[in-house]
C-alpha cells in the first residue's frame, strides 16, 4: 500500500466514524433506556361487608339496620348496597361516629339542632339499585352505615364499604 492511499484510508475512515456519530444523535454514545417508574393505582380495602335481612315497615324501628365501621386511614370511603325486590324503597346514610336507629328516628335529623347522628352523605331516593355512597377525602375514624326499608315488604340486602387511598 502506498502513503497516498494509506492516507486516503485513514480520511475514509474518520468520515465513516463522524458520519455514524451524527446518526446516533448522541455523539456516538450508547446509553441505556430510562427505568420506567411504577405506578400504583388506588388500594381499596373492604372495612365492611355482609348481608342482612330488614323487615317492612312498622312502627318499633326494626325497618333499620346499622352497621358501625371503622378506618385507620384517611381515603375515600365507598358503600355499595344491593336488595332483592324493586319494588321495595331502600335508603342509605353514612354517619360519623356510632348512629343507633333510635338516634337516626329523631325527628330532628338528619340536620337538627339535637341529632345525634352526624350525616355525612346520604340517598332519599328508590333508585339506582345498586346504590353507591362516596365520602372523598375522610379521616381516619368510626362511622356507621345505616339502611332504611321503607318497603313495602321484607328485604334481604347485601353491602360492602371499601376504603380507597
Same mark, same amino acid.
Given at each position: ?12 475512515? =474518520? +468520515?465513516? &466514524? $463522524?458520519? $455514524? ?28 361487608? +355482609?348481608?342482612?335481612?330488614?323487615? /317492612? ?15 385507620? $386511614? ?15 324503597? =331502600? ?20 340536620? /337538627? ?13 328508590? =333508585? #339506582?339499585? #345498586? ?5 372523598? +377525602? ?8 345505616? $339502611?332504611?326499608?321503607? /318497603? ?8 360492602? &364499604? =371499601?376504603?380507597?387511598?
Amino acid at each position: 500500500m502506498t502513503r497516498e492511499t494509506s492516507r486516503c484510508s485513514r480520511w475514509a475512515f =474518520v +468520515g465513516a &466514524v $463522524l458520519a $455514524l456519530a451524527g446518526c446516533g444523535g448522541d455523539g456516538g454514545r450508547i446509553t441505556a433506556p430510562p427505568t420506567p417508574t411504577p405506578t400504583h393505582g388506588p388500594v381499596r380495602t373492604s372495612v365492611a361487608q +355482609g348481608t342482612t335481612t330488614i323487615p /317492612g315497615p312498622d312502627d318499633e324501628f326494626t325497618y333499620f339496620r346499622t352497621v358501625p365501621f371503622s378506618t385507620s $386511614l384517611a381515603g375515600t370511603i365507598e358503600a355499595t348496597v344491593d336488595w332483592t325486590f324493586p319494588a321495595n324503597e =331502600v335508603w342509605m346514610y353514612l354517619t360519623s361516629g356510632i348512629c343507633a336507629p333510635g338516634q337516626f328516628a329523631n325527628p330532628d335529623c338528619p340536620g /337538627g339542632p339535637s341529632c345525634t347522628c352526624q350525616f355525612l352523605v346520604e340517598s332519599e331516593t328508590a =333508585v #339506582p339499585k #345498586p346504590r353507591v355512597l362516596t365520602v372523598p +377525602g375522610a379521616a381516619a375514624g368510626t362511622r356507621t352505615l345505616i $339502611l332504611w326499608n321503607l /318497603g313495602p315488604r321484607e328485604e334481604a340486602l347485601s353491602y360492602q &364499604v =371499601v376504603l380507597i387511598n
